[in-house]
C-alpha cells in the first residue's frame, strides 16, 4: 500500500506540473505538449488503478487511451500546420 | 480492502482538486487555444474519475469524444474566428449567482439518492435482474446493455438518431457545403 501511495503520489505531483504548463506556457507547442504528456498521465492513472483495484483488465483500455492519445495529438500538429484536416494534399503542394 | 478503498478516496479527491483548477482556469484564461487544451485536459480528467467509478466503457467515450473529436471541432472553430478572448462587458456575478443556485439545487437533489453502490439500491433489487433473466428470452440478443438500447428502448434510440441526423443536416447547411475552400493564407504559429 505504501508503494502504490508513493506512485500516486508522484503520478499527482506530475499531473501538477503538467498543469502549470499548461497555464503558464507561452507558445502552443509547450501546451500542445503538456496535453500529450496530460494523455500519457492518464495512461499511467489507469494502470495504477487497475492494480489498486486488482483489475487487470484496465491495462487494455490504458492501451486504447494511448492509441487516441497519439491520434489527437497528431490531429491537433496536422490542424495546426495545415489549417484543416482534409486538405494536406493541396496545401502542401502550394507551400 | 479498506486501504485500496481509501487509495481510491484520496485519489478521487486530488482528481476533484484538479477538475475544480483545470475549470476555473478555463474560465479565467484569454488565450483561446490554452483554453481548448485545457478542454480536453478537462474530458481527461472527467474520463478518470469515471475510470474510478468502474464505469470505464463511459470513461472511453468521454475521452474520445471530448479529449479527441471535440478538441478538434473547437480547434476547427479557432482556425475560423479568433485567437483572443474580448474582454466581457458585463459584471460576472449574475451567471456567477445562477451557477451556484443550481450547483446548491442538484446537490440538495443528490441527497435524496441512495448511497453508491449500496446493496439495497433500487436499481440492484429487482430492475437488473429482471432485465438480466428476461431478455434473452424475449429479444434473444445476446447482449443485455445492446438489448436495452435497441430493443426495449428502440423508439427512444430512434428519436435520439434523428435528432443527431437533423442537426448533423442543419450544420451543414448553415456551414455551406458549396465546396468553396478556405483561404489557406494564414498558416504557421507565432
Known amino acids: 500500500m505504501i508503494m502504490f501511495l508513493a506512485v500516486a503520489a508522484a503520478l499527482f505531483v506530475a499531473i501538477l506540473l503538467v498543469l502549470i504548463r499548461l497555464?503558464?506556457?507561452?507558445?502552443?507547442?509547450?501546451?500542445?505538449?503538456?496535453?500529450?504528456?496530460?494523455?500519457?498521465?492518464?495512461?499511467?492513472?489507469?494502470?495504477?488503478?487497475?492494480?489498486?483495484g486488482e483489475r487487470p483488465d484496465f491495462l487494455d483500455i490504458a492501451i486504447l487511451y494511448a492509441?487516441?492519445?497519439?491520434?489527437?495529438?497528431?490531429?491537433?500538429?496536422?490542424?495546426?500546420?495545415?489549417?484543416a484536416l482534409g486538405q494536406a494534399t493541396l496545401n502542401t503542394e502550394e507551400s | 480492502m479498506t486501504a485500496s478503498l481509501i487509495g481510491i478516496a484520496v485519489i478521487d479527491?486530488?482528481?476533484?482538486?484538479?477538475?475544480?483548477?483545470?475549470?476555473i482556469a478555463i474560465a479565467r484564461l484569454r488565450n483561446?487555444?490554452?483554453?481548448?487544451?485545457?478542454?480536453?485536459?478537462?474530458?481527461?480528467?472527467?474520463?478518470?474519475?469515471?475510470?474510478?467509478?468502474?464505469?470505464?466503457?463511459?470513461a472511453f467515450t468521454e475521452a474520445a469524444v471530448g479529449a479527441g473529436i471535440s478538441t478538434v471541432l473547437l480547434l476547427g472553430t479557432?482556425?475560423?474566428t479568433g485567437r483572443e478572448e474580448k474582454k466581457?462587458?458585463?459584471?460576472?456575478f449574475l451567471p456567477l449567482l445562477v451557477c451556484l443556485v443550481t450547483g446548491a439545487a442538484l446537490i440538495y437533489g443528490t441527497l435524496d439518492m441512495?448511497?453508491?453502490?449500496?446493496?439495497?439500491?433500487?436499481?440492484?433489487?429487482?430492475?437488473?435482474?429482471?432485465?438480466l433473466e428476461r431478455t434473452p428470452v424475449?429479444?434473444?440478443?445476446p447482449n443485455v446493455v445492446t438489448a436495452i438500447l435497441a430493443s426495449y428502448r428502440g423508439f427512444d434510440t430512434l428519436g435520439e438518431v434523428l435528432v443527431v441526423f437533423t442537426a448533423a443536416i442543419a450544420v451543414l447547411l448553415l456551414l455551406g457545403a458549396s465546396g468553396k475552400r478556405p483561404s489557406a493564407g494564414r498558416r504557421g504559429e507565432e
Do not use: C, W
Open chain 2, 32 to 58: 483561446l487555444f490554452a483554453v481548448v487544451m485545457l478542454a480536453g485536459v478537462f474530458s481527461l480528467l472527467s474520463a478518470a474519475l469515471l475510470a474510478t467509478l468502474d464505469a470505464v466503457d463511459v
Open chain 2, 138 to 141: 424475449e429479444t434473444g440478443v
Open chain 1, 23 to 52: 497555464f503558464a506556457g507561452p507558445t502552443v507547442y509547450d501546451r500542445v505538449l503538456a496535453v500529450n504528456t496530460f494523455g500519457t498521465l492518464t495512461v499511467l492513472f489507469l494502470s495504477l488503478v487497475g492494480f489498486i
Open chain 2, 114 to 131: 441512495p448511497s453508491f453502490g449500496a446493496a439495497n439500491n433500487p436499481a440492484q433489487e429487482h430492475l437488473a435482474r429482471e432485465y
Open chain 2, 78 to 80: 479557432l482556425a475560423l
Open chain 2, 88 to 92: 466581457p462587458r458585463h459584471s460576472p
Open chain 2, 13 to 23: 479527491i486530488l482528481l476533484f482538486t484538479f477538475l475544480v483548477i483545470t475549470a
Open chain 1, 67 to 83: 492509441l487516441i492519445n497519439f491520434v489527437s495529438t497528431i490531429a491537433i500538429l496536422k490542424f495546426f500546420r495545415y489549417r
